[in-house]
């Protein structure tokens, strides 16, 4: 099992939850900063590399094909959501809200590629189903509704 899925919005909440506490910082938007510099560029920065430069080993974790170029196109989408999520860490308001959007479309069009690969292909690899599935549905519904409450008070 993947426990990264867990690890890193933990140390996200944990970073935020450290702030608020010792900066008095506003909750909602602390915690947004957080998840979108850690869960979204710093995780995607990492994604990037394991696409990039460890395809074969990440391709057969999530039960795919060795040496396909989709894994530099993955790595390259990752690169970007990851620079994005890092640049959120100072750039805030509608920047956040390009970044989620981006973000969300990316984990929800990849959950729906994991769902397919478990039906179609009873694709059942760690990579494919299980933490990694949850994570890319949850963390945009996560990251979508914080949003609205950070932009509505």
Known sequence: MNWNF???PLMAITFAVIQIVFSHTPVV????????FISVGFSNIVAFYLHGFRGDKLAEN????KGSPFQWEIA??????GILGIMSYWIKGDFWLATIIGFSVFMLV???GHIREIIVNKNYAHGNAGLVLYYDII???ILI???II???Y
Request: aromatic share 16%; net charge negative.
């Open 110 to 112: 990849a959950a729906a």
């Open 150 to 152: 950070y932009a509505v």
């Open 29 to 36: 938007e602390t915690l947004l900063q957080y998840l979108l």
């Open 145 to 147: 509704v914080l949003y």
């Open 62 to 65: 999530i039960g795919w094909p």
């Open 6 to 8: 867990v690890y890193v």
């Open 139 to 141: 963390m945009p519904i």
């Open 76 to 81: 390259g989408t990752s690169l970007a959501m």
